[in-house]
């Protein structure tokens, strides 16, 4: 019945008004909101700020800035493996792309083109590949870093939904991550293609990368961005930050037909921390 209501809300809720309203509290840097807000937040969630690089809760500019807080040097060591985790987080679901339909929970499942914004090009890549969802809870720190090294080929926006992206909802929402608002990274990678897809979700006061700045919210058209020839290639290391949230969300890669495996212990619901092995080498 719990889970019933909090999905019926999902539906009526004012979804981009709320998140954006929200968006504005958290850039605000008025010290009777920034203060509470951070604090609060900091207290219910029990937010390890003993990782970050700034300490003190009331050295933030914001509460944005609070929330994409960077870790001190070495906190997430990388492991020699071929595909690292690009977060922390908890794995929602994690396997193979069976005929262009990946799992989001158990009896549900969506359509890997749809993810990619209808674009049928990109979704022959990845055809019987590999696929990854990781969830960042609001505890968890918020920049995704890159799970292999990789040269960035394109970018694309899709507009859409702005759904929660927790379990309850993964489990009764249809098509959640691939209505949601979200932003896709193409790579070419030494294990081929890869994509990254930073899913929005309510009140997410949005989707940046470190080679266009913020990208949502939002814009009420989706665009594709080729990045062929650039003046100078965005060229990210494994372990290099790549992009970041602003609340809470979850991170969908995509691999290509024998690219790798998928480490044998890894299942729905394990915790995994960024830089962490998630490839079986």
Not at 116 to 144: C, K, M, N, W
Not at 152 to 181: H, M, W
Request: proline residues 5%.
């Amino acid at each position: 019945m719990k889970d019933s209501l909090f999905i019926l809300l999902q539906h009526i809720l004012p979804q981009h008004l709320l998140s954006r309203a929200v968006g504005y509290l958290a850039e605000s840097r008025c010290n009777w909101i920034k203060r509470p807000f951070i604090k609060t937040f900091a207290r219910h969630y029990r937010v390890n700020m003993s990782e970050a690089l700034i300490e003190d809760l009331d050295q933030f500019d914001n509460f944005n800035a609070f929330f994409t807080r960077a870790l001190k040097p070495g906190m997430r060591p990388l492991d020699d493996a071929a595909v690292v985790s690009p977060a922390d987080g908890a794995i929602s679901q994690i396997g193979g792309i069976d005929y262009g339909r990946i799992m989001q929970a158990k009896g549900r499942g969506y359509g890997l083109s749809t993810l990619l914004g209808g674009h049928a090009d990109l979704a022959q890549e990845f055809i019987h590949g590999h696929f990854a969802t990781i969830y960042l809870s609001p505890s968890d720190y918020h920049r995704v870093h890159m799970p292999v090294t990789g040269t960035l080929r394109e970018t694309i926006y899709v507009p859409g939904d702005l759904y929660s992206v927790n379990q309850t909802t993964a489990k009764g929402v249809d098509n959640l991550f691939a209505r949601n608002e979200r932003l896709i990274a193409i790579f070419d990678t030494e294990l081929g293609p890869m994509a990254m897809v930073l899913v929005g979700a309510m009140i997410v006061a949005g989707i940046e990368t470190v080679w266009g700045g913020q990208v949502a919210p939002p814009q009420k058209h989706g665009w594709r961005t080729d990045h062929h020839k650039p003046v100078e290639p965005v060229v990210l290391q494994q372990g290099d930050e790549m992009g970041r949230f602003k609340l809470g969300s979850t991170v969908v890669l995509l691999f290509g037909k024998d690219a790798i495996e998928w480490s044998g212990t890894l299942k729905a619901d394990d915790p995994v921390r960024l830089g962490q092995a998630i490839s079986g080498s």
